[in-house]
């Protein structure tokens, strides 16, 4: 095979293997995260790769009615690897109760404070779920109230 032959030929292949990306095999994870049955909305949801999984993690943001998709790295992909994870719901709460955004900034809201009691909420969860091989729908229900629900 010719050599200008042989380069197109490695170069059609890196196309279609998606050249610089990291290899590694992603499936959709949506579902809903609920407190005490009710819908947990406006907050974070954040999946953390947990005894030797692969890959980034996973995070989503929750609608009014609880629901979230992951996004699972940091070219946008969705969803994140097959395996365990260490999950993180974070809902911030102003001062008056209101919740706020789940894309709010602390530095735009000093007196906000964090509604998802601990374990849930912290960096370092136990509160782990397994991502199937083929992905799915992850409900997550936190049996405990937030701070500020009525």
């Known amino acids: 095979m ?3 032959l042989r380069l197109t030929a490695v170069a059609a292949l890196l196309v279609l ?5 990291d290899g590694l095999r992603r499936v959709p994870v949506k579902g809903q995260v609920t407190a005490k ?7 974070t949801v954040s999946f953390m790769p947990a005894d030797g ?4 993690g996973g995070i989503g943001s929750t609608d009014a009615a609880g629901m979230y998709t992951l996004i699972g790295s940091r070219r ?3 969803g994140v690897v097959p ?14 109760g209101t919740v706020l955004p789940s894309d ?3 530095v735009d809201y000093p007196h906000a404070i964090e509604s998802v009691p601990a374990p849930y909420s912290s960096p ?3 509160f782990f779920v397994t991502v199937p091989e083929s992905g799915g729908t992850l409900d997550i229900p936190i049996p405990v109230k937030l701070i500020g629900s009525k």
């Open 76 to 78: 946008g992909d969705v």
């Open 83 to 96: 395996g365990k994870y260490s999950v993180r719901i974070s809902r911030f709460i102003d001062r008056d």
């Open 124 to 126: 370092n969860s136990n």
């Open 37 to 43: 049955g009710t819908p947990d909305g406006n907050a």
């Open 2 to 4: 010719p050599r200008s």
């Open 104 to 106: 709010a900034k602390q």
């Open 53 to 56: 999984t692969k890959g980034e």
């Open 17 to 21: 293997l998606g050249c610089g990306g």
